[in-house]
């Protein structure tokens, strides 16, 4: 039986690592889900043939392009277009009608990623007559990602599994008039762009955003641990107007990361809460 | 049920008080798993002193309809796993659609969406690997029944910690592969058992309470 002590080690090791990415680059995974983070990291130590978390540490400290692969490993680049088809239902019947006796919207994407889910949310404001009176801030800590959410190409074999959640979705066009095919690729219309601000932000690190009316973040809180939950659920709240949405990943919930009640549930299931409106915070 | 005290935060992470006693029951099935869960959890009694944690491959859009089957089947509750939630004794919880399930270094689940492992989300081997990292010697994997190798990795992890694994006979199981590749990963001297289905809830009653 391997001895306790190298776990033990390891998540020491561990730590440093995180210590250095933080002082060295500022990227803090300190507060993130530590089996998700060690299993990722260990993963990249097998990948690049190292012997342990201490010269990974000692690579990311002397090469960024070793850290560049850390954070694309310790970023969520996993996403589909009206992932679960059913809740884009329900912010079509809840949400938009809302959104409509704003003059204006302001919506936060937190954590994008490669922008599948900010072109649904586009193609959902679009088809709710929402076009050219919004603001969609799409951000995540990637650089890199952002890159790729703004291009918006993807494959074409992916764009036939979306256009199967887009009809489930309640969709009322035709998906296809959303992109332009070419050879393997689609390549996500210039009109859904125009409404998107892509940007750098890190939910750890930087502040709030303000008065926004929607903030979606989906599968996100699910990579940090409790502490930091609470802390990014209080930013949200921070960010949004009274009476402003937050929609959050299927399997993530409030129940612990919101002491102080800012949010109220509209439809549960579907994870989608509301802002108080006696809140100030 | 015995849980560390404190996570992330730079702390060094805790481990479970040094016990014989085991904590946690991980199981990982694929191909052929709805019969073989129903036989399982059909003959663990109401009152069993662990939790009960399940990966079963299945659609990435399938429903509650596993769960609630085996609600009715089984003579113990029986849930979902739900993010950052303690698992309890007597209680057995399926991995999500879609999500991979871990178990986070103070014992509660955690939900990732990271890529497929070996074409599976939820994938086997992570629940097993975070499990052994937390349970050590204390944990009891089980491999039934499926048509990958996905638990392969997660037992060797689990015998390197000093845990126990039960393996399903592969000469009964509907699709023998996965049962085969976690026998063959360890080498079959390793294997705490190897049983068919009629004898595994017996087996568990057994592990759970020996020292």
Request: glycine share 8%; charged share 25%; net charge negative.
């Amino acid at each position: 039986m391997e001895e306790a002590g190298s776990l033990e080690n390891e998540k020491i090791e561990m730590d440093c690592l995180l210590e250095a990415i933080f002082r060295k680059y500022g990227y803090d995974f300190r507060s993130y889900s530590r089996s998700h983070v060690l299993r990722r990291l260990r993963r990249r130590v097998e990948i690049d043939g190292l012997l342990s978390f201490s010269e990974l540490q000692h690579r990311v400290l002397y090469d960024e392009s070793c850290l560049q692969r850390v954070l694309q490993d310790l970023s969520i680049n996993v996403t589909e277009m009206f992932r679960d088809p059913a809740f884009y239902q329900v912010i079509r019947a809840e949400v938009i009608p809302v959104l409509r006796t704003y003059p204006f919207v302001r919506i936060w994407h937190a954590g994008c990623a490669s922008g599948e889910e900010v072109y649904s949310m586009a193609i959902l404001l679009k088809e709710g007559g929402l076009e050219s009176r919004c603001r969609l801030y799409a951000t995540d800590f990637n650089e890199a990602t952002i890159e790729k959410a703004k291009d918006g190409i993807y494959s074409l074999a992916d764009i036939r599994s979306y256009t199967a959640n887009y009809q489930k979705s309640g969709g009322t066009g035709v998906f296809s008039d959303y992109y332009t095919a070419s050879y393997d690729s689609a390549i996500m219309n210039r009109e859904l762009k125009k409404d998107i601000v892509f940007a750098h932000h890190n939910l750890v690190t930087d502040g709030e955003f303000g008065e926004m009316h929607l903030i979606i973040c989906r599968n996100v809180l699910i990579y940090f641990n409790r502490d930091l939950q609470k802390r990014v659920v209080s930013l949200f709240s921070r960010s949004l107007a009274r009476g402003g949405f937050l929609w959050i990943g299927s399997k993530e919930s409030l129940r612990y990361d919101d002491p102080e009640e800012a949010f109220e549930p509209v439809v549960e299931n579907a994870r989608l809460y509301r802002k108080r409106y006696g809140t100030d915070e | 049920m015995k849980r560390a005290t404190s996570d992330g935060n730079g702390s060094a992470g805790h481990f479970p008080a040094p016990s014989q006693a085991a904590g946690l029951v991980v199981v990982g099935v694929s191909a052929g798993g709805l019969e073989a869960l129903k036989r399982v959890l059909g003959g663990l009694e109401a009152g069993f002193p662990l939790p009960v944690v399940i990966v079963q491959h299945r659609r990435s859009d399938s429903d509650s309809l596993l769960t609630r089957l085996l609600s009715n089947w089984s003579g113990l509750p029986v849930s979902e796993a739900e993010e950052k939630e303690p698992p309890l004794a007597g209680h057995a919880y399926l991995a999500p659609a879609n999500y991979h399930l871990l178990i986070e270094t103070d014992g509660c689940f955690s939900l990732t969406v990271d890529e497929p492992e070996l074409f599976a989300r939820p994938s086997i081997n992570a629940l097993f690997v975070t499990a052994s990292d937390y349970w050590g010697p204390r944990l009891i994997a089980v491999v039934l029944t499926g048509a990958n190798a996905d638990g392969s990795l997660g037992v060797q992890r689990v015998k390197a910690r000093g845990g126990r694994v039960v393996v399903q006979d592969p000469g009964e199981a509907e699709f023998p592969v996965m049962p085969s590749a976690a026998i063959a990963a360890i080498g079959i001297g390793a294997v705490d058992y190897i049983a068919r289905l009629a004898e595994i809830p017996g087996i568990l009653a057994h592990l759970a309470v020996a020292s």
